[in-house]
Every structure is written in structure tokens, then in C-alpha cells.
């Protein structure tokens, strides 16, 4: 059974950095991953994408020009968030999919969240 797995996560002061990670176990292959955020109240936002080649990216308007997302092998997906903001704070999410119009695939794995603080 594939399990995405998260960290990462903190409390950083406005402008500040943070990586956060999540890495696939179990057989995983050919998978789209990607990176949402979450506020209470809110609906769940689509911030980064990456495909399984690694060779397409994605990223929300919000996000442009301070996030990255990378992987580094098929499992193990990165975003590197810079220049933080107050507002970037949530509970981010890692998603894996296949299948979909991208990149709003069909993201049928999910990992628990970790979250993200960004103090003014």
C-alpha cells in the first residue's frame, strides 16, 4: 500500500524560508505529484505541481517566482518556499495522481499535512 509521508513544516518569521518534503513508500510509478494548502474556512488550493518526469511544472499565481517544487527520484518530492509571507500560512498537503487533465489530475493519494506558520 503506497503512503505519502510529510515534513518538514514550522513556524517562520515573514520573509523567511522553509523546505518542506514528502517522500512515496510501497510501489509507486509514473506518479504526478504536487503540493496543495489548506486554511480553515477555505477550500483546498492547488499551489505546485511536478510531473513524474519531472520535466513540467506548475504553480499558482499566488506562489510564482517564491516557491519551487523538484524531486529528486520518483518518490521524493520538495517545496522550497522563500520570501514567506502570513498569508502563506496553512497546513500543506503532498497529492500524487495519474490520471487527469493537467494539472488538476485526479489526486487519489494524499499525505496527512504538515503545517506552516508564517509570523508578521
Known amino acids: 500500500q503506497v503512503q505519502l509521508v510529510e515534513s518538514g513544516g514550522g513556524l517562520v518569521q515573514a520573509g523567511g524560508s522553509l523546505r518542506v518534503s514528502c517522500a512515496a513508500s510501497?510501489?509507486?510509478?509514473?506518479?504526478?505529484m504536487a503540493w496543495f494548502r489548506q486554511t480553515p474556512g477555505k477550500e483546498r488550493e492547488l499551489v505546485a505541481a511536478i510531473r513524474w518526469s519531472a520535466d513540467i511544472t506548475y504553480y499558482a499565481t499566488s506562489v510564482k517566482g517564491r516557491f519551487t517544487i523538484s524531486r529528486d527520484n520518483a518518490k521524493t518530492v520538495y517545496l522550497q518556499m522563500n520570501s514567506l509571507k502570513p498569508e502563506d500560512t496553512a497546513v500543506y498537503y503532498c497529492a500524487a495522481g495519474r490520471v487527469g487533465s493537467w494539472p488538476q489530475l485526479r489526486y487519489d493519494l494524499w499525505g496527512q499535512g504538515t503545517q506552516v506558520t508564517v509570523s508578521s
Open positions: 510501497g510501489p509507486f510509478s509514473n506518479y504526478h
